[in-house]
Nanobody
Framework: QVQLVESGGGLVQAGGSLRLSCAAS????????MGWFRQAPGKEREFVAA????????YYADSVKGRFTISRDNAKNTVYLQMNSLKTEDTAVYHC???????????????????WGQGTQVTVSS
């Protein structure tokens, strides 16, 4: 059974930082590309960032480029999202997800992903 478990969310002031983690089990982690998505109340789930299984290739949403960094540790079956210079509009539930497909467009699409975590809440106060 595949499990993706996010952690590291919380309440932070604007301008602050958080580091999210997503621990994976039940799959061969090093063969999956990993993504982070977020969903704010009343909005659709949106792409944040993705990392290739090799850890060398990444994509980011324009809204987070330069502020967020995605990385992975295949030895620990974990993917991370370092979030700096947080803004109130970053408030959302953040989900990690796993896929075997890679490409600039497909990696940004929710239907590309085979497995999802339950999410962790990030709240940025002004």
């Amino acid at each position: 059974q595949v499990q993706l478990v996010e952690s590291g969310g919380g309440l932070v002031q604007a301008g602050g930082s958080l580091r999210l983690s997503c621990a994976a089990s039940g799959l061969t982690f090093s063969t999956y590309h990993m993504g982070w998505f977020r969903q704010a109340p009343g909005k659709e789930r949106e792409f944040v960032a993705a990392v290739h299984w090799n850890g060398d290739n990444t994509y980011y949403a324009d809204s987070v480029k330069g502020r967020f960094t995605i990385s992975r540790d295949n030895a620990k079956n974990t993917v991370y999202l370092q979030m700096n210079s947080l803004k109130t509009e970053d408030t959302a539930v953040y989900h990690c997800a796993a896929t075997t497909l890679w490409g600039m467009l497909v990696i940004r699409t929710t239907t590309t992903y085979h497995h999802w975590g339950q999410g962790t809440q990030v709240t940025v106060s002004s």
